[in-house]
């Protein structure tokens, strides 16, 4: 994709009303906080926001007409009278469904069973988020580049080097090259190499992670085509990204950092990502699996003792 054509080709539809909460538990840590108001309006009391009007859910929430559409158009839709449909949607979607039975964070004193329910409970809701936020359009285009690709170059750190790595591998077992980067010196080092025809793919959850960020500046300069998976959709790191795959994450609390929550919702991506490229290079990507399976096996087998 040419990066004139990449503004029009960038732009979410709307989102869907089941996934309006999602949108907004991800868009709320980046916004004012008086569109925060709003958001968590909408999202907490989806059927009485929907029967108000503009100036009602401004009065409602303490702002101004002007923040109410500043914040519907954030969160994806053209003006309040779409905002409006979708609330009344989500009512619906949540009338038809039935309440969680573990909201609660986890505390010092937790049971062991208990973390394990509430964190199953969270990385649950991270997936669902994230699943119903991501924009398949923007989803494919990547598949589409990375699966004709010369040389794939990845970069990340910390948590988010680990999910990097992963499909590093997972791309390399079916026959691409990929190069997982996290040494920031290396990966700028790398970018200057990359080409029209190669791909770069920065992973950060906050998208403001100038390890991550500079390499994929100097690839976006020299042609590649550039793929941006994070959790803030407005951040800088989209400034320099073809493709952006918007990840959501569970709350952070005392015990559960965002490293987790990210962790969880990125893998989730980069598996869609994988997945993708696979189908599309079957012919090529079936041998390739099956010769590393093979590779491999004689080491899952027991040794007799």
């Known amino acids: 994709m040419t990066r004139d ?3 029009s080709f960038s732009a979410e539809s709307p989102p869907a009303p089941a996934a309006l909460a999602a949108k907004v538990r991800t868009l709320a840590p980046s916004m ?6 709003v958001a968590e ?10 029967a108000l009007t503009v100036t009602g859910l401004a009065e409602l929430t303490g702002t101004s007409e002007a923040t109410v559409v500043r914040t519907a158009r954030l969160l994806g ?3 309040y009278r779409d905002l409006r449909l979708a609330l009344a949607g989500l009512a619906a979607h949540q009338q038809s469904g039935r309440a969680p039975s573990v909201t609660a964070d986890i505390t010092v004193d937790d049971p062991i069973a208990d973390v394990v329910a ?3 409970y969270d990385e649950q809701q991270t997936l669902a988020d994230t699943a119903a936020g991501l924009d398949t359009v923007q989803l494919g285009a990547a598949v589409a ?3 004709t690709a010369r040389r794939i170059d990845i970069y990340g750190v910390g948590a988010s080097s680990l999910v990097g790595q992963d ?3 997972k791309l390399a077992r079916i026959g691409l090259i990929a ?8 990966a700028v080092t790398n970018a200057v190499q990359l080409r029209s025809g190669d791909v770069a793919i920065a992973i950060t959850h906050s998208g403001s992670t100038v390890d991550v960020i500079e390499p994929l500046r100097v690839a976006f300069d020299h042609g590649a085509t550039t793929i941006a998976i994070t959790g803030r959709p407005d951040g800088p790191v989209t400034q320099y990204a073809d493709h952006v795959l918007t990840t959501s994450t569970a709350r952070e609390t005392e015990l559960r950092p965002a490293a987790m929550s990210s962790r969880t919702s990125q893998l989730l991506v980069v598996d869609c990502l994988f997945i993708g490229v696979a189908q599309r290079t079957y012919e090529t990507a079936a041998p390739a699996l099956a010769a590393s399976y093979e590779a491999l096996a004689h080491r899952h087998t027991p040794r007799p003792r």
């Open 145 to 147: 580049a990375a699966a």
């Open 179 to 186: 190069h997982p980067h996290t040494d920031p010196h290396l």
């Open 5 to 7: 054509l990449k503004e």
């Open 32 to 37: 004012t906080r008086s569109m925060q108001r």
């Open 41 to 50: 309006a909408v999202a907490g009391d989806p059927a009485g926001c929907a």
């Open 77 to 79: 839709y053209p003006g």
């Open 167 to 169: 499909l590093a591998q």
């Open 118 to 120: 509430k964190l199953a």
